[in-house]
């Protein structure tokens, strides 16, 4: 059973364990109950076959419609009444130029790419000193800690907007009437730049406790006998945290940025609940919600998929190269 | 840093001969620069919620002119005005989220178990094609499966439907990754093939000796998906058109949308996002005791 049990460290991230998604199996050697069950023949496929039918449905047809909506569009002939009328035909490549060409896809693109360049570096690094400020000793309160900054993940996004939504609003907002007894400036957070700290601040919240969890389990994986040596070494606290844990729990961190990047770059129901409080926030602030206004605000759902199309393929190649640039360092780290 | 200063008059403690050196006086010290950065996360982190407990007790006219964290006066009438708000709508959105999720985690996790059994204990051809192939599930991002799925429904007549939120979130890839997990490390080989030596058939064994073993994890996979269902507000937001049909999340999102015409509806989104959170934490406290946090992403304990 060893070999199973090791099998899924590489995918959760603990030490040792290879940052990669999608699971691999090890190669260790089959136990003899399961070399003989080779033999089942029908049950393993009758047992995958919902899941099967599922992804079909749900998964890979969605997908490949997608694609083949991306690469049409619809021709009217005369004056587009009756039946046949409006036709869809070919277009190639027709609606991608349109899409990367369009100023507010890209200026969408722009403003999500800075909000993720705040969120995921302050989420995670917030994640990891808590993780650590957890598993370092003599710590008290940990698990009322624990539990409050895991709490937010309980909290919809679409609740969480909402609540610092008002937090937001001078009328209601704590923030302002303490800006306001010591006479100080008061900011407008729903506009300009400060929005980006707004809608970054919610995302923060709501994903620090969920990653603070993650890397907190790969910790709690590492041996004390590690530790031991460290410290009759004479390292401090500090010494054993950076040169030790840090690059023991570095899978999961990978992990958690490979993840975060690709929620962060859907940002979709954040903005859309600030936007009834605030006049900021265009129906076309994220790419995501971009899209939602092409496929069902003006109906041209050949736009929409290649919109969508082209988020997803951004993301993917985003992920991964984060992916592979984290994995040849540490590669090269372990040629050294 | 503070763990420095402790360090420092650990020898001193030693020399004194007679002193409690054991584990009380040890237990005193508190390493003060973590546990008061873990203090100040969680106050930030309960920041908004002891806000909308506190908005939520204030009459309409108390939310914009007393100062923010002075309780009101006006929770009873708030809850009125939310059970009387368009005859209880309110009501009929938690039923449905309480629906979605929790039949739509229910089908998730059978659907993950039967799968997740599969991948691991069987060695069979094809085994890890699926397994990257429902792992790529993972990596899609939802925006290009949501509206294609939408069009898809609608020509088989299925959106602004209670099936277009269910059938869509059924397939979880995450679960079945977690479910392969724990069946490979709470399942052991020998105990199936003892019950093959029994002549039991392979569903049987599945169910009567493997899925009593695998209860822990899927009482994870459960709330991971119950969560990811309740949470959600992209695939709702744009199957549904029907209000009656409409999850929370969804509903306190039209009520804030009214609400920035007249702010007289504020009260009642506040007292409503109150109510909304209160059942997952509820759940989770309910469920700490048997469930661990750690268990969450994929920590299997030997």
Known sequence: MTSTRKEPSGVVGTPGGRPTPVARTSGGRPSPARARSRGRGGAPYVFLLPATVLFALFFALPIGYALWLSLHKVEVKGLGLGAGARQEVWAGLENYADALTDSELLAGALRVVGYGAIVVPVMLGLALVFALMLDSEKVRLTRFTRLAIFLPYAVPGVVAALLWGFLYLPDVSPFYFVLDELGLPQPDLLDGGPLYLALSNIAVWGGTGFNMIVIYTSLQSIPNEVYEAARLDGATPLQIALRIKIPMVAPSLVLTFFFSIIATLQVFSEPTTLKPLTNSVSTTWSPLMKVYQDAFGKGDIHAAAAGAVLIAVATLVLSFGFLRAANSRSKQEEAR | ?302
Request: charged share 10%; glycine share 8%; with cysteine.
């Open chain 2, 1 to 302: 840093m503070s763990t420095l200063a402790v360090r420092k008059s650990a020898p001193a403690a030693g020399t004194t001969p007679g002193t409690a050196q054991g584990p009380p006086a040890r237990r005193r010290r508190i390493a003060l620069v973590p546990t008061l950065t873990l203090v100040l996360g969680a106050l930030y982190c309960l920041l908004p919620v002891a806000w909308v407990v506190i908005a939520a007790t204030k009459s309409g006219r108390e939310l914009f002119s007393t100062f923010t964290f002075l309780p009101g006066t006006g929770f009873a009438d708030n809850l009125s005005d939310l059970n009387a708000y368009r005859d209880g709508v309110y009501w009929k959105w938690m039923g449905n989220s309480a629906l979605y999720a929790g039949l739509g985690a229910l089908l998730s996790t059978a659907v993950s178990a039967v799968s997740g059994y599969a991948l691991a204990i069987y060695r069979f051809r094809g085994r890890e094609t699926v397994f990257s192939i429902l792992m790529a599930g993972v990596l899609m991002p939802p925006v290009i499966l949501a509206i294609p799925q939408y069009l898809l429904l609608a020509k088989a007549d299925l959106t602004d439907s209670y099936w277009s939120v269910l059938l869509p979130l059924v397939l979880s890839p995450y679960g079945v990754y977690l479910a392969r997990i724990y069946a490979a490390a709470a399942v052991p080989g020998d105990v199936v093939e003892a019950g093959r030596m029994d002549g039991a058939g392979e569903w049987r064994i599945f169910t009567r000796i493997a899925l009593p073993m695998m209860v822990p994890g899927l009482v994870t996979v459960f709330l991971f998906q119950f969560v990811a269902v309740w949470n959600n507000f992209l695939l709702p937001y744009i199957m549904l058109s029907d209000d009656e049909k409409f999850p929370i999340t969804l509903g306190l999102f039209t009520l804030l949308e009214q609400g920035s015409n007249t702010p007289a509806l504020y009260t009642l989104v506040i007292t409503g996002a109150l109510l909304a959170v209160l059942p997952l934490i509820a759940l989770f406290l309910a469920v700490q005791r048997f469930w661990s946090l750690d268990l969450l992403s994929g920590a299997v304990k030997s």
